[in-house]
């Protein structure tokens, strides 16, 4: 799968003691294949309308890795069982994390599929507390020429 994409992001964040929070969103994007991984490329506009985050999907059968550059910088790594560390920029100031996730599930990472759509459970920690246990579920479409 290369070329123009459409990516849907479906995501679920539940802080302790409060109900949990779905998020939906779609936008256009590219894809291409190097070094033997999906790269995904797409752009986010934040509420409002004013910032865009330019968002760079890296997928592999073992993790995915979300980088991200503009209104937020951050570099993401979902790798079933294992935590990986990392400081969310915002426009507010710095937020170390830890992203701990549970589950992590590919599929479609072939050069003449149409789909590849990955699944991914974590727990975000700051400070040694549990910030919010997340669920996201992210679908890469091919558009026709």
Request: charged share 25%.
């Amino acid at each position: 799968m290369t070329g123009n994409i459409r990516l849907d992001l479906k995501s679920s964040h539940q802080v302790p003691g409060q109900t949990a929070q779905e998020m939906t969103s779609s936008a256009p994007g590219t894809c291409f294949i190097k070094n033997g991984k999906y790269h995904v490329l797409y752009d986010e506009v934040q509420e409002g309308g004013d910032a865009v985050i330019k968002n760079h999907l890296i997928l592999s059968e073992e993790q995915m890795e979300l980088r991200q550059k503009g209104a937020i910088r951050s570099k993401m790594v979902f790798s079933e069982n294992k935590k990986h560390a990392t400081d969310y920029i915002t426009p507010y100031g710095q937020i170390p994390l830890v992203i701990d996730t549970s589950a992590y599930e590919v599929t479609g990472l072939l050069e003449d599929a149409n789909e590849i759509r990955v699944v991914a459970s974590y727990r975000m920690e700051s400070g040694g507390s549990n910030v919010t246990e997340c669920k996201m579920e992210i679908t890469v479409r091919t558009l026709e020429p």
